[in-house]
């Protein structure tokens, strides 16, 4: 990739590409577990006040050669960190989740880092598997996207071994 992406924080202009990126219905179908509305546009504003006002959340904006391609995050579950991304599905397949997911754990101390994905989401598998993350558990819940139940994989980056991540 000759495309320089970056993070930066999240900027209240970035929210309307936020949500147009979250119209897109079969980026909903893979995410799975999205909201349960894309459309309402309230929901997606108090949502994302929410998550801002948190300090405990890290949302980045992922930006290629300065234009807005989505937005990573990492949020406490539990005891544990989480992390999650979202992408402009025009963007799909140029590398853009990898490289912003890789840039949002050179920013995060902690280990172990865990993310989810429906077991059927490919291409997100194979981000975190490129950022080193490994299948550690099985779980299913209620997806709006689907209105079904889904399957997923529970993924961990090691606290310890090799960080394929790019640290």
């Known amino acids: 990739m000759t495309t320089e992406v970056r993070l930066r924080p999240v900027r209240d202009d970035d929210l309307p590409m936020f949500f147009a990126h979250e119209q897109d219905p079969q980026a909903n179908w893979m995410a799975a577990f999205g909201p349960k509305d894309p459309s309402d546009r309230a929901a997606f504003d108090a949502h994302w006040a929410r998550i801002r006002a948190d300090e405990r959340i890290v949302n980045r904006t992922v930006t290629a050669d300065g234009e807005v391609v989505g937005h990573v995050a990492a949020f ?16 799909w397949g140029r590398g853009y989740a990898t490289a912003g997911l890789a840039a949002l754990l050179r920013e995060l101390p902690q280990r172990p880092v865990r993310a989810r994905a429906a077991k059927d989401n490919a291409a997100s598998l194979a981000v975190l598997r490129k950022c080193g993350f490994v299948v550690v558990g099985e779980d299913s819940g209620y997806a709006p996207a689907r209105g079904a139940e889904v399957e997923e994989y529970v993924l961990e980056l090691p606290a310890e071994g090799p960080d394929q991540a790019g640290r």
Request: glycine letters at 6%; charged letters at 40%.
């Open 76 to 91: 406490p579950v539990d005891d544990r960190i989480e992390v999650s991304y979202w992408i402009d599905p025009g963007r």
